[in-house]
């Protein structure tokens, strides 16, 4: 079960307009007391007690896992629109890395490298507005990002992974400035061939002449 990890007792300087307003969430006592030690010991920093998260800057969320029960969780703080979403988390697979991107989490953080100068860095990187991923994951979010890309239709309801490998081939070659007949020389087709293929993909995907052609393929990563 999720808990709302306590802010417990508030300094002095509480109201201080520099601070940033944090509410956290935990699976059990032991990520509540690791985690509020560490941040209640910073001064740009304000942990909101229990019944006052409502406005809450920064929603941190701190886990294990990513199941159906922190999905559901996030998918209410995602609700709260004055608040932004940051995950700590234990265990990460990457098919769970566009659930918790759809869930409004703007920074993730692995809890094997959640010490207290990296949560402070997660906790004011949201409040600016940036978000913050490993780079693995930045790295596995593009790539999937791309990959959406690759097989979304484009506006004239035309899949991008229309072209084939020959055609593919011959755009790469009108890119790389050869004529038909240096591109019939590369691939060992005719010059007609040549031709014909070139003007089967302008003609398909509604383009304009060859540079158009390369240009789309080379935009939409065909290429």
């Known amino acids: 079960m999720i808990v709302q ?4 007792t508030l300094p002095a300087s509480v109201g201080r307009p520099d601070r940033v307003t944090v509410a956290v969430y935990a ?9 509020v030690q560490q941040l209640r010991q910073r001064p740009e920093l304000e942990l909101l007690p229990d019944g006052d998260t409502d ?8 886990v ?3 199941d159906d029960e922190v999905t559901a969780l996030l ?3 995602q609700r709260n629109t004055a ?3 940051g995950l700590v988390v234990g265990t990460f697979e990457s098919a769970a890395l566009q659930r918790v991107i759809e869930c409004g989490v703007g920074a993730v953080l692995r809890r094997s490298e959640a010490d207290q100068d990296r949560l402070l860095h997660l906790v004011l990187a949201l409040a600016k507005g940036e978000g913050v991923l490993p780079g693995d994951l930045l790295g596995k979010l593009l790539t999937h990002v791309g990959s959406l890309q690759r097989s979304a239709l484009d506006p004239r309801g035309l899949s991008l992974s229309t072209l084939t490998a020959r055609e593919a081939d011959m755009l790469r070659l009108v890119s790389e400035g050869l004529d038909t007949a240096e591109i019939a020389e590369k691939t060992s087709y005719s010059e007609r061939t ?3 293929v070139l003007h089967e993909v302008t003609t398909r995907l509604q383009l304009r002449n060859r540079a158009h052609a390369v240009g789309y393929a080379l935009r939409n990563g065909l290429i």
């Open 75 to 77: 998918q209410r703080l």
């Open 5 to 8: 990890m306590p802010g417990g």
């Open 27 to 35: 699976q059990d006592l032991v990520l509540q007391i690791g985690i």
């Open 55 to 62: 406005g809450a800057q920064i929603s941190l969320v701190v």
């Open 64 to 66: 294990d896992t990513v």
């Open 194 to 196: 040549v031709k014909n």
């Open 83 to 85: 608040t932004r979403i």
